[in-house]
Protein backbone atom coordinates (compact mmCIF):
# COMPACT_ATOMS: atom_id res chain seq x y z
CA UNK A 1 0.00 0.00 0.00
CA UNK A 2 1.23 3.46 -0.89
CA UNK A 3 2.04 5.65 1.70
CA UNK A 4 -0.32 8.55 0.72
CA UNK A 5 -3.37 5.82 0.61
CA UNK A 6 -2.02 4.73 4.44
CA UNK A 7 -2.14 8.83 5.13
CA UNK A 8 -5.37 8.87 3.74
CA UNK A 9 -6.32 6.12 5.70
CA UNK A 10 -4.85 6.71 9.01
CA UNK A 11 -5.51 10.90 8.63
CA UNK A 12 -9.39 9.92 8.02
CA UNK A 13 -9.83 7.78 10.47
CA UNK A 14 -8.44 9.80 13.31
CA UNK A 15 -10.59 12.86 11.65
CA UNK A 16 -13.30 10.45 12.00
CA UNK A 17 -12.60 9.37 15.52
CA UNK A 18 -12.33 13.40 16.73
CA UNK A 19 -15.12 14.42 14.82
CA UNK A 20 -17.90 11.47 16.18
CA UNK A 21 -16.51 11.43 19.51
CA UNK A 22 -16.70 15.49 20.39
CA UNK A 23 -20.20 15.36 22.63
CA UNK A 24 -18.17 12.60 24.84
CA UNK A 25 -15.26 15.02 25.23
CA UNK A 26 -17.00 17.57 26.16
CA UNK A 27 -19.42 15.46 28.89
CA UNK A 28 -15.68 14.46 30.03
CA UNK A 29 -14.83 17.56 30.58
CA UNK A 30 -17.92 18.88 32.44
CA UNK A 31 -17.76 16.02 34.84
CA UNK A 32 -14.29 16.00 35.55
CA UNK A 33 -13.89 19.96 36.21
CA UNK A 34 -15.58 17.93 39.78
CA UNK A 35 -13.07 15.65 40.54
CA UNK A 36 -9.86 15.42 42.09
CA UNK A 37 -6.63 16.45 40.54
CA UNK A 38 -5.72 12.72 41.01
CA UNK A 39 -9.13 11.44 39.86
CA UNK A 40 -8.52 13.47 36.60
CA UNK A 41 -4.80 12.16 36.25
CA UNK A 42 -5.89 8.89 36.62
CA UNK A 43 -8.43 9.11 34.14
CA UNK A 44 -6.38 10.98 31.34
CA UNK A 45 -3.60 8.53 31.64
CA UNK A 46 -4.99 4.65 32.16
CA UNK A 47 -8.48 5.81 30.90
CA UNK A 48 -6.75 6.49 27.95
CA UNK A 49 -4.94 3.68 27.54
CA UNK A 50 -8.50 1.43 28.05
CA UNK A 51 -10.02 3.49 25.17
CA UNK A 52 -7.49 2.64 22.96
CA UNK A 53 -5.90 -0.16 23.65
CA UNK A 54 -9.80 -1.96 25.08
CA UNK A 55 -12.24 -0.60 23.19
CA UNK A 56 -10.64 1.19 19.88
CA UNK A 57 -8.07 -1.66 19.80
CA UNK A 58 -9.96 -5.35 20.51
CA UNK A 59 -13.25 -4.36 19.59
CA UNK A 60 -12.65 -3.95 15.50
CA UNK A 61 -10.35 -7.38 16.35
CA UNK A 62 -12.97 -8.88 17.35
CA UNK A 63 -15.24 -7.89 14.88
CA UNK A 64 -13.12 -8.95 12.09
CA UNK A 65 -11.90 -12.15 14.26
CA UNK A 66 -15.47 -12.81 14.39
CA UNK A 67 -16.41 -12.71 10.87
CA UNK A 68 -13.39 -15.00 9.56
CA UNK A 69 -12.37 -17.58 12.81
CA UNK A 70 -10.38 -19.76 10.48
CA UNK A 71 -8.02 -17.07 9.96
CA UNK A 72 -7.36 -16.88 13.61
CA UNK A 73 -6.37 -14.29 15.98
CA UNK A 74 -2.84 -13.48 14.67
CA UNK A 75 -3.79 -13.80 11.12
CA UNK A 76 -6.33 -11.00 11.91
CA UNK A 77 -3.75 -8.59 13.97
CA UNK A 78 -1.19 -8.80 11.09
CA UNK A 79 -3.33 -8.80 7.85
CA UNK A 80 -2.00 -5.56 7.03
CA UNK A 81 1.40 -6.71 6.28
CA UNK A 82 1.15 -10.01 5.59
CA UNK A 83 1.61 -11.73 2.46
CA UNK A 84 -0.31 -14.90 2.75
CA UNK A 85 -2.79 -14.48 -0.16
CA UNK A 86 -5.08 -17.35 1.72
CA UNK A 87 -5.27 -14.38 4.87
CA UNK A 88 -6.24 -11.70 2.47
CA UNK A 89 -8.67 -13.63 0.50
CA UNK A 90 -10.85 -14.91 3.73
CA UNK A 91 -11.02 -11.32 5.26
CA UNK A 92 -11.83 -9.77 1.76
CA UNK A 93 -15.07 -13.07 1.48
CA UNK A 94 -15.97 -11.61 4.58
CA UNK A 95 -15.92 -8.31 4.03
CA UNK A 96 -19.88 -7.78 2.88
CA UNK A 97 -21.01 -9.04 5.83
CA UNK A 98 -19.02 -6.62 8.21
CA UNK A 99 -20.18 -3.59 5.31
CA UNK A 100 -23.21 -4.17 5.44
CA UNK A 101 -23.96 -5.05 9.12
CA UNK A 102 -22.08 -1.39 10.49
CA UNK A 103 -23.48 0.37 7.07
CA UNK A 104 -26.73 -0.24 8.46
CA UNK A 105 -25.67 0.87 12.38
CA UNK A 106 -24.55 3.85 10.91
CA UNK A 107 -27.30 5.40 8.36
CA UNK A 108 -30.05 4.25 11.49
CA UNK A 109 -27.70 6.60 14.09
CA UNK A 110 -28.12 9.45 11.09
CA UNK A 111 -31.72 9.46 10.59
CA UNK A 112 -31.63 9.16 14.65
CA UNK A 113 -29.94 12.26 14.71
CA UNK A 114 -32.02 13.61 11.84
CA UNK A 115 -35.24 13.01 13.31
CA UNK A 116 -34.92 12.84 16.99
CA UNK A 117 -32.10 14.71 18.42
CA UNK A 118 -31.65 18.42 19.00
CA UNK A 119 -29.46 20.22 16.71
CA UNK A 120 -28.08 23.47 15.27
CA UNK A 121 -29.90 23.30 12.51
CA UNK A 122 -27.18 23.63 9.42
CA UNK A 123 -28.95 23.26 6.58
CA UNK A 124 -32.52 23.66 4.96
CA UNK A 125 -34.58 20.89 5.61
CA UNK A 126 -33.21 19.50 9.63
CA UNK A 127 -35.72 21.32 11.20
CA UNK A 128 -38.57 20.33 8.98
CA UNK A 129 -37.20 16.49 9.63
CA UNK A 130 -36.57 17.46 13.22
CA UNK A 131 -40.50 17.96 13.66
CA UNK A 132 -41.15 14.94 11.82
CA UNK A 133 -39.68 12.66 14.47
CA UNK A 134 -42.64 9.99 14.90
CA UNK A 135 -41.43 9.16 11.21
CA UNK A 136 -37.98 7.72 12.50
CA UNK A 137 -39.54 4.62 13.20
CA UNK A 138 -41.36 4.11 10.50
CA UNK A 139 -38.49 4.82 7.22
CA UNK A 140 -35.83 2.96 10.06
CA UNK A 141 -38.45 -0.19 9.52
CA UNK A 142 -38.81 0.50 5.72
CA UNK A 143 -35.04 0.61 5.16
CA UNK A 144 -34.60 -2.36 6.86
CA UNK A 145 -37.14 -4.25 5.18
CA UNK A 146 -35.86 -3.28 1.79
CA UNK A 147 -32.03 -3.87 2.48
CA UNK A 148 -33.01 -7.41 3.63
CA UNK A 149 -35.26 -8.37 0.83
CA UNK A 150 -32.42 -7.31 -1.14
CA UNK A 151 -29.71 -9.34 0.80
CA UNK A 152 -31.95 -12.50 0.38
CA UNK A 153 -31.93 -12.56 -3.21
CA UNK A 154 -28.01 -12.91 -2.87
CA UNK A 155 -27.02 -14.63 0.21
CA UNK A 156 -29.09 -14.99 3.44
CA UNK A 157 -26.09 -14.73 5.19
CA UNK A 158 -25.98 -10.90 4.22
CA UNK A 159 -29.49 -10.60 5.27
CA UNK A 160 -28.68 -11.65 8.70
CA UNK A 161 -25.75 -8.90 8.96
CA UNK A 162 -28.26 -6.23 8.42
CA UNK A 163 -30.45 -7.06 10.94
CA UNK A 164 -27.40 -7.57 13.12
CA UNK A 165 -26.85 -3.87 12.56
CA UNK A 166 -29.81 -2.76 13.34
CA UNK A 167 -30.44 -5.12 16.28
CA UNK A 168 -26.74 -3.43 17.55
CA UNK A 169 -28.03 0.21 16.77
CA UNK A 170 -31.03 -0.18 18.94
CA UNK A 171 -29.21 -2.26 21.98
CA UNK A 172 -26.08 0.50 22.16
CA UNK A 173 -28.50 3.57 21.12
CA UNK A 174 -30.56 2.49 24.58
CA UNK A 175 -27.34 2.21 26.69
CA UNK A 176 -25.88 5.53 25.44
CA UNK A 177 -29.31 6.91 26.44
CA UNK A 178 -29.08 5.64 29.37
CA UNK A 179 -25.76 6.28 30.47
CA UNK A 180 -26.15 10.14 29.06
CA UNK A 181 -29.33 10.66 31.87
CA UNK A 182 -26.48 9.89 34.43
CA UNK A 183 -24.67 12.86 33.23
CA UNK A 184 -26.39 14.95 35.84
CA UNK A 185 -25.94 12.80 38.32
CA UNK A 186 -22.28 13.07 37.37
CA UNK A 187 -22.14 16.48 37.70
CA UNK A 188 -24.17 17.60 40.52
CA UNK A 189 -24.35 14.47 42.40
CA UNK A 190 -22.60 13.27 45.38
CA UNK A 191 -20.67 10.26 43.87
CA UNK A 192 -17.34 9.32 44.58
CA UNK A 193 -14.41 9.87 42.13
CA UNK A 194 -14.38 6.15 41.16
CA UNK A 195 -17.66 5.80 40.40
CA UNK A 196 -17.67 8.79 37.88
CA UNK A 197 -15.08 7.74 36.29
CA UNK A 198 -16.51 4.20 36.23
CA UNK A 199 -19.35 5.80 34.11
CA UNK A 200 -16.80 8.18 32.38
CA UNK A 201 -15.63 4.90 30.72
CA UNK A 202 -19.08 3.47 29.85
CA UNK A 203 -19.80 6.53 27.97
CA UNK A 204 -16.68 6.56 26.41
CA UNK A 205 -17.54 2.94 25.41
CA UNK A 206 -20.74 3.54 23.89
CA UNK A 207 -19.76 6.80 22.37
CA UNK A 208 -16.50 4.90 20.36
CA UNK A 209 -18.19 2.58 18.94
CA UNK A 210 -19.32 4.82 16.21
CA UNK A 211 -15.84 5.19 15.55
CA UNK A 212 -15.22 1.46 15.11
CA UNK A 213 -17.71 0.63 13.06
CA UNK A 214 -17.06 3.58 10.71
CA UNK A 215 -13.62 2.57 10.60
CA UNK A 216 -14.52 -0.49 8.71
CA UNK A 217 -15.51 1.72 5.75
CA UNK A 218 -11.66 3.07 5.66
CA UNK A 219 -10.04 -0.39 6.03
CA UNK A 220 -10.10 -3.82 7.60
CA UNK A 221 -6.62 -3.87 8.70
CA UNK A 222 -7.10 -3.87 12.92
CA UNK A 223 -3.64 -1.99 12.89
CA UNK A 224 -4.12 0.71 11.17
CA UNK A 225 -7.59 0.88 12.46
CA UNK A 226 -5.98 1.00 16.19
CA UNK A 227 -3.28 3.65 14.94
CA UNK A 228 -6.02 6.11 13.95
CA UNK A 229 -8.60 5.79 16.67
CA UNK A 230 -5.87 5.84 18.50
CA UNK A 231 -4.16 9.27 17.77
CA UNK A 232 -8.17 10.41 17.33
CA UNK A 233 -8.54 9.59 21.45
CA UNK A 234 -5.40 11.42 22.25
CA UNK A 235 -6.52 14.11 20.46
CA UNK A 236 -9.96 14.45 22.31
CA UNK A 237 -7.82 13.59 25.25
CA UNK A 238 -6.05 16.92 24.99
CA UNK A 239 -8.84 18.81 24.27
CA UNK A 240 -11.06 17.61 27.60
CA UNK A 241 -8.16 19.12 29.11
CA UNK A 242 -7.08 22.18 27.42
CA UNK A 243 -9.77 23.69 25.00
CA UNK A 244 -13.58 22.43 25.01
CA UNK A 245 -15.14 25.47 25.80
CA UNK A 246 -13.74 26.92 22.01
CA UNK A 247 -14.80 23.38 20.59
CA UNK A 248 -18.19 23.87 22.06
CA UNK A 249 -18.48 27.22 19.86
CA UNK A 250 -18.15 25.51 16.53
CA UNK A 251 -21.72 24.65 16.70
CA UNK A 252 -22.02 22.53 13.50
CA UNK A 253 -19.52 19.96 14.20
CA UNK A 254 -22.07 17.74 15.27
CA UNK A 255 -23.25 17.94 11.70
CA UNK A 256 -20.14 17.49 10.15
CA UNK A 257 -19.97 14.25 11.90
CA UNK A 258 -23.39 13.03 11.42
CA UNK A 259 -23.61 13.88 8.03
CA UNK A 260 -19.74 12.17 7.17
CA UNK A 261 -21.80 8.86 9.05
CA UNK A 262 -23.98 9.09 6.69
CA UNK A 263 -22.03 8.91 3.28
CA UNK A 264 -19.80 5.84 4.96
CA UNK A 265 -22.80 4.10 6.16
CA UNK A 266 -23.96 4.39 2.51
CA UNK A 267 -20.67 3.97 1.22
CA UNK A 268 -20.48 0.37 3.29
CA UNK A 269 -23.94 -0.69 2.07
CA UNK A 270 -23.15 0.34 -1.72
CA UNK A 271 -19.77 -1.49 -1.10
CA UNK A 272 -21.36 -4.72 0.45
CA UNK A 273 -23.89 -4.66 -2.48
CA UNK A 274 -20.28 -4.93 -5.17
CA UNK A 275 -20.35 -1.84 -5.98
CA UNK A 276 -17.08 -0.50 -6.45
CA UNK A 277 -16.21 2.30 -4.24
CA UNK A 278 -12.52 3.93 -4.54
CA UNK A 279 -10.85 3.59 -1.58
CA UNK A 280 -9.79 7.27 -1.65
CA UNK A 281 -13.61 8.20 -1.44
CA UNK A 282 -14.27 7.78 2.27
CA UNK A 283 -11.12 9.99 3.65
CA UNK A 284 -12.05 12.75 1.21
CA UNK A 285 -15.73 12.84 2.06
CA UNK A 286 -14.79 12.84 5.92
CA UNK A 287 -12.08 15.86 4.89
CA UNK A 288 -15.12 17.66 2.49
CA UNK A 289 -17.85 17.63 4.88
CA UNK A 290 -16.28 17.99 8.15
CA UNK A 291 -14.38 20.67 6.33
CA UNK A 292 -17.79 22.25 5.52
CA UNK A 293 -19.20 22.42 8.75
CA UNK A 294 -16.10 23.60 10.50
CA UNK A 295 -15.79 26.70 8.24
CA UNK A 296 -19.48 27.36 8.70
CA UNK A 297 -19.32 27.25 12.46
CA UNK A 298 -15.66 29.92 12.13
CA UNK A 299 -18.64 32.17 9.99
CA UNK A 300 -20.94 31.66 12.84
CA UNK A 301 -18.68 32.08 15.61
CA UNK A 302 -17.30 35.22 13.61
CA UNK A 303 -20.86 36.96 13.02
CA UNK A 304 -21.38 36.00 16.83
CA UNK A 305 -18.65 38.13 17.89
CA UNK A 306 -18.74 40.96 15.47
CA UNK A 307 -22.36 41.28 17.17
CA UNK A 308 -21.22 41.10 20.69
CA UNK A 309 -18.51 44.23 20.12
CA UNK A 310 -20.99 46.92 19.93
CA UNK A 311 -22.48 45.84 23.15
CA UNK A 312 -18.89 45.38 24.69
CA UNK A 313 -18.19 49.12 23.68
CA UNK A 314 -20.99 50.32 25.25
CA UNK A 315 -20.50 48.89 28.71
CA UNK A 316 -16.97 49.71 29.06
Do not use: C
Not at 22 to 44: C, H, P, Q, T, Y
Amino acid sequence: MEFLALGMIIGGLTLFEVITSIDNAIINAEVLSGMSKKARRWFLLWGFLFAVFVVRGVLPFLIVWLANPGVGALGVLTAAFSGDPKVAEAIESSSPLLLLGGGVFLVLLFFNWLFLEPKNFGLRGEKFFQQQGAWFFAIASLLLASIVWFSLQINPMLAFSAVLGSTAFFIIHGFRQFAEQQEKKLIGGNMSDFSKIAYLEVLDSTFSIDGVVGAFAFTFSVPLILIGNGIGALILRKLTVSNIERIKQYRYLKNGAMYSILILGVVMVLDSFGFHIPHWLSPVATFGVVGYFFYKSRISLKTIEVTLQPSDSLTK
